[in-house]
């Protein structure tokens, strides 16, 4: 078993060692600035509590983790760790930092760093501390050297690895001085910035946005011509960051605008519109454990009743393709010819027959200011009467919908919403979206199957690829039986950027956001 | 009374606001018989989305393919419905707080106008926003926000108003005669300040769409697919400038409403209420 | 009742007025359907730690008593933290209410410009062809659902024609803040650039909120117009043989000054409720979007801290007007 483990780890990690040359050497002739419009405010730097996507781009272009994802298909290469061992029982992860990283204020980045941001990741329990709350507890990261950093797990784990990337470290001393009280410094460093990234933070303000300049003696090095100066700045209103875009005031905005917007942009000799394959799934959360919708017969009519083809063929306008299970069609997990459901209300009557309780109405909360969950919600509305199951819908903005996500007494029956990629794993959708352990935290569904759960632990655990794929693929097969979900389209990533600019890495993690590799065209 | 509807026949303005008014009536009533597709307040034909005006729909269609001719129809409806319960309740709790705290001078009286100015201190919008989003979004309680809002409003006026009949010599006179306080409310001092309260009625009707509206249009109004102009015109943001017909009719819609009920307004204040200038 | 006791009876109930409309407010904020505990402790928190906070802010005592330490923190000039920005509420109104003061106040120099010429005009050619277009030109601007307009204007200025920015206050970061009117800064930078990039991007949403203010406007002026018009004082100068023209300048001038004054509490109502929607619409920085934001996300302590702040300075102007009211026109005070 435990060979079998290595071998996982090592194809994982294949594409460590391969891709960790080739940008160290030349030297960078830079300039220019980059400007990128974005569709949610920056109220909110900390790289430790915030982890939505929408806010995203401080955590790749002010912070460093110990590894990075890059490229599509998503590969992790070394970072601020060269490389990383395992121990025989699964437990210990010992990194070994490079010796060249330093933070912007010029300190060295030591194993003291990185259990700092650890242990306060997991003390502040917000943003990407769900992945490490249950492996993780405090005080058992060790530093025995500067170097050295061992990270002890509670159990053994398949997917702490994938999830390093996420550990983002932060100047302990710089963070430790505006420490007030036992708070972590979470005020401070909502509004300042203590990493060691590619760019360095120079203004903030959370009405406006932030800009940073470029961190000549980052370890990584520079080649090409990189930007000098990076200005991330807020603009919500979708209409002036296509203007903006084609205009030329920004060179870069969020990829995933409505198809419309895309067509528009396509056709401006300012815009060049970079396509790429996403992980990040259009879904019809199902609330499992209310009345009715505890109901798998029911659960059935309902994913027997929206109508794929028609949405993706008209309002996503055949710019995506249908994904019809919960992992995305790019990634491992889903078993070989998975169907899913179509549209047929023929059948949605029959398993609707099946159901002996008295029916009552279904609430859709899609969320505010994505119309596309707003346009799923009303036409799954319209076609849900006419297989006779009334429906209220609701529009609320993300805060308020997450929030209620965290009781299952609170989250709607229904809520049309994208489950994007935090690491690359079938656990990051299908794991997450349905394992009992992920109440309250990571769920979208409060889906409970003992079967399913006897799977996942061992998933969680297993060293063995093979066994995992196994596992993945039949967790798939009893939501897909269960209906425990309505999985619709896998979006596809159409980054909108200036045609001067080229060399965007795109990874469906950084979302084109890690500008390090662009340049201006000479 | 025939000389007054002469009077407010020969101007043409307030004539304007009147035809208005009932050509909006009219439309709200006969909706279903009206609207070209009386089904696409929630049948959906997404593959027609986004269609400029035509022969087919005048007004175009939306980002569900629905007529929005046959919606803006439907929405009159709810227009009228919502700002004629929100402004009748509005005035249900105002006039008798107003005219109860103007008759007694106590400290009750003093109470009441104190919760009325509270009401007061801030914008209308910014307490109806807030209570709206905490009712959570449905047409009945944008109702009961504006409901909640608006009635210190009608209490001050009819305070006011009432204050000042207070000592007039006929409600003097009436108490000297021993008649209760109710009679005298009720008979003399009512029908006395009924002008002002019913000129402000329309003009408040007017102000209510508009709040309503924004309502809608901030998102905290009733959740869609409701044909309601301000979330319609919430909806076509996105699809500006190339769908510039989509949120055109519902504004225009909102505006000839609105415009409806001020102009008739004016027109009652200067039959019924000549003591006022025409001001708002 | 005189100046002084009027003066006296507003100052007294100043405080209870504003501590009403935190009770209202503070009601609403406790009643929504989101626990505020689960909001304060993050996405990920456990159910313990849900507990935890919920004891440490004291969400768990009863409503009055969260009340009554509310208002001791806010009279200790804590108005607490943000949800979303992690920052003082304090901190985060002081940043925004530069933004609404400088849309404000173009707005009100756009409606006094425009308003009060054409409200003299109207008054002094009263029942003109002139007068009545004008008359059904003010009573449409009052009927124009503001967001609508401003996403015509945006329409037309920016999409169709390109002349000016669609939304924001200012392209990427503002100069050193000074004053934080970006106007009157640029101007003490000596930076045209900016100051252009400034003057354009508050020229819509300004006029959006000058519109309704400007039509308001109008009609006072008018009013007073023909009041002064007809008065007696007037009418005896006219007597005496004065040119009409002079008297009616002379006095004129006064009332304009006098009626915009006078309505200064209602502009300010009508700028206010209309800045919550305008600076939505045109993404201006400032209290109007601050409050739609919060509202939306249930960040109650901003949104109490919101009402608090428009409160006490609509409460405010209100009583400055009514003092400047009773100093012009001691008659009209009561």
Redesign the interface.
């Known amino acids: 078993m435990t060979t079998t483990r290595r071998d996982a780890l090592k194809t994982v990690l294949g594409s460590v060692a391969l891709s960790s040359v080739g940008w160290e050497s030349a030297s960078a002739q830079a300039g220019g600035k980059f400007v990128y419009a974005n569709n949610s405010p920056y109220d909110n730097l900390d790289p430790h509590t915030i982890f939505d996507t929408a806010r995203a781009a401080t955590r790749f272009n002010l912070y460093d983790g110990l590894y990075r994802w890059v490229d599509n298909p998503p590969k992790m290469i070394p970072w601020l760790a060269e490389s990383h061992t395992v121990s025989e029982d699964g437990k210990a992860y010992t990194f070994k930092l490079r010796k060249d990283a330093k933070f912007h204020d010029g300190k060295p980045v030591t194993a003291e760093d990185v259990v700092y941001s650890i242990e306060r990741m997991i003390a502040l329990k917000k943003g990407a501390a769900s992945l490490y709350l249950d492996a993780i507890k405090p005080g058992t990261t060790k530093a025995p050297d500067a170097h050295t950093v061992v990270f002890n797990l509670v159990q053994p784990s398949a997917i702490f690895l994938t999830t390093v990337p996420d550990i983002l470290v932060v100047n302990s001393a710089l963070v430790k001085a505006n420490e007030k009280s036992g708070d972590w410094a979470e005020p401070w460093l909502a509004r300042n910035e203590a990493g060691s990234g590619s760019y360095a933070l120079r203004r903030h303000d959370p009405a406006v946005g932030w800009t940073a300049r470029r961190f000549p003696e980052h370890f990584a090095g520079w080649t090409g011509q990189p930007f000098d100066d990076l200005e991330f700045r807020t603009v919500l209103e979708t209409n002036t960051r296509v203007l903006g875009l084609i205009r030329g005031d920004y060179q870069g905005a969020d990829g995933y605008l409505p198809y419309d917007q895309i067509q528009r942009l396509r056709q401006s000799p300012n815009v060049q519109i970079i396509e790429q394959e996403s992980m990040r799934v259009f879904i019809l959360a199902l609330n499992n454990s209310k009345p009715l919708m505890n109901n798998a017969n029911f659960r059935r009519a309902l994913a027997y009743a929206f109508d794929y083809d028609g949405f993706i063929a008209n309002i996503m306008k055949g710019s995506v393709n249908r994904n019809p299970g919960p992992n995305p069609n790019n990634i491992w997990g889903t078993p070989a010819g998975l169907k899913g459901y179509s549209y047929d209300l023929d059948k949605a009557r029959e398993e609707l027959k099946k159901v002996t309780e008295p029916l009552r109405p279904i609430t859709i909360n899609a969320l505010a200011g994505f119309s596309e969950s707003e346009q799923a919600a009303t036409l799954f509305q319209n076609t849900l009467r006419q297989i006779g199951v009334e429906v209220v819908v609701e529009v609320s903005p993300w805060s308020v919908v997450s929030g209620r996500m965290r009781n299952a007494n609170t989250q709607a029956d229904i809520v049309p919403l994208w489950k994007s990629t935090y690491y690359v794993d079938p656990n990051n959708w299908v794991g997450e979206l349905y394992g009992t352990r992920y109440h309250g935290t990571r769920t979208f569904s409060y889906y409970s199957n003992p079967e399913f759960d006897k799977r996942l632990d061992r998933a969680l655990v297993s060293g063995d690829q093979e066994e995992r794929r196994k596992l993945y693929e039949e967790m798939t097969q009893m939501v897909n039986d269960d209906a425990a979900g309505i999985f619709v389209y896998n979006t596809k990533w159409y980054g909108p950027y200036s045609s001067k600019v080229e060399g965007i890495r795109f990874s469906p993690v950084s979302n084109g956001q890690d500008i390090r590799w662009a340049s201006l065209k000479r | 009374m025939i000389a007054l509807l002469k009077r407010f026949a020969r101007d043409r303005a307030a004539l304007l606001g009147a035809s208005l008014l009932a050509l909006l009536v009219i439309a709200a009533i006969f909706a279903p018989l009206l609207a070209p597709y009386p089904n696409d307040v929630v049948d959906f034909h997404i593959q027609r989305r986004l269609l400029p005006p035509t022969a087919e729909a005048l007004f175009g269609t939306d980002r569900m393919g629905s007529d929005i001719f046959s919606r803006i129809l439907f929405g009159a409806r709810i227009t009228l419905t919502l700002a004629a319960i929100a402004v009748g309740s509005a005035l249900v709790i105002g006039v008798p707080i107003g005219l109860i705290a103007g008759y007694y001078q106590s400290w009750i009286s003093d109470a009441l106008m104190r919760v009325a100015e509270i009401f007061l201190a801030v914008p209308q919008i910014v307490l109806a926003i807030a209570i709206a989003q905490t009712l959570g979004p449905s047409i009945e309680n944008v109702i009961l926000a504006l409901s909640l809002t608006y009635w210190p409003f009608w209490a001050r006026l009819v305070y006011a108003e009432t204050r000042s009949m207070r000592n007039e010599v006929f409600v003097e006179s009436a108490v000297a005669l021993g008649a209760s306080p109710w009679r005298v409310i009720v008979l003399h001092i009512l029908p006395n300040i009924a002008s002002p309260i019913i000129v402000r009625t329309s003009i408040g009707m007017g102000a209510t769409i508009l709040t309503a509206a924004t309502l809608g249009f901030l998102g905290l109004g009733a959740p869609p697919p409701t044909p309601e102009w301000g979330r319609m015109i919430a909806e076509s943001r996105e699809y500006l400038p190339e769908a510039w017909w989509y949120a055109l009719a519902p504004g225009i819609a909102i505006f000839l409403t609105v415009l409806g009920f001020n102009l008739f307004g004016d027109g009652l204040r200067d039959i019924l209420d000549p003591r006022t200038r025409r001001s708002l | 009742m005189n100046w002084l006791s009027m003066v006296a009876n507003r100052l007294i109930?100043f405080v209870?007025?504003?501590l009403?409309?935190l009770a209202?407010?503070f009601t609403?904020?406790r009643?929504?359907?989101?626990?505020p505990a689960?909001?304060v402790?993050?996405?990920?928190?456990?159910?313990e730690?849900v507990q935890q906070v919920r004891e440490r802010f004291g969400f768990d005592k009863p409503l009055p008593v969260q009340f009554f330490n509310y208002v001791r923190d806010v009279a200790e000039g804590n108005l607490g933290?943000s949800l979303?920005?992690?920052?003082p509420i304090v901190d985060?109104l002081a940043?925004?209410l530069p933004?609404t003061l400088e849309l404000t106040v173009v707005a009100v120099l756009i409606a006094a410009l425009i308003g009060i010429p054409l409200g003299v005009f109207c008054g002094l050619n009263r029942n003109s062809w002139m007068d009545?277009v004008l008359?059904?030109v003010t009573?449409?601007c009052?009927?124009?659902?503001?967001?609508?307009?401003a996403?015509?204007l945006?329409?037309l200025f920016?999409?169709?024609l390109?002349w000016l920015?669609?939304?924001?206050r200012i392209?990427?970061?503002?100069p050193e803040t000074v004053t934080g009117l970006m106007v009157v800064d640029a101007l003490i930078a000596g930076d045209t650039e900016i100051l252009g990039s400034a003057l354009r991007h508050i020229a819509l949403p300004a006029l959006t909120l000058a519109l309704p203010a400007a039509a308001?406007v109008v009609?006072?002026t008018r009013?007073g117009v023909?009041?002064v018009i007809n008065s007696p004082s007037v009418a005896y100068q006219t007597a005496m043989g004065f040119p009409r023209r002079v008297i009616v300048w002379k006095y004129v001038l006064r009332m304009a000054l006098t009626a915009t004054v006078t309505q200064l509490g209602l502009i300010f109502?009508i700028l206010?409720?209309g800045a919550?929607?305008v600076e939505?619409v045109f993404?201006w920085?400032g209290l109007g979007a601050y409050?739609?934001r919060s509202?939306?996300?249930?960040d109650y302590n901003a949104?109490m801290g919101?009402?608090l702040c428009?409160?006490a300075l609509?409460?405010l102007i209100n009583l400055i007007v009514d003092m400047l009211q009773a100093a012009i026109d001691p008659r009209g005070a009561a």
């Open positions: 109930w209870p007025t504003l009403g409309l209202i407010v609403l904020s009643v929504v359907p989101i626990d689960v909001l402790a993050g996405e990920n928190a456990s159910r730690q933290t979303f920005t992690q920052q985060d940043t925004r933004a009545h008359r059904v009573v449409s009052l009927a124009v659902a503001s967001f609508w307009f996403m015509q945006q329409f920016s999409m169709k390109g920015p669609l939304s924001g392209e990427g970061f503002p308001t009609r006072f009013n023909i009041g109502g206010l409720a919550v929607v939505t993404d920085p409050a739609v509202i939306l996300q249930s949104v919101f009402t428009t409160g609509f409460v």
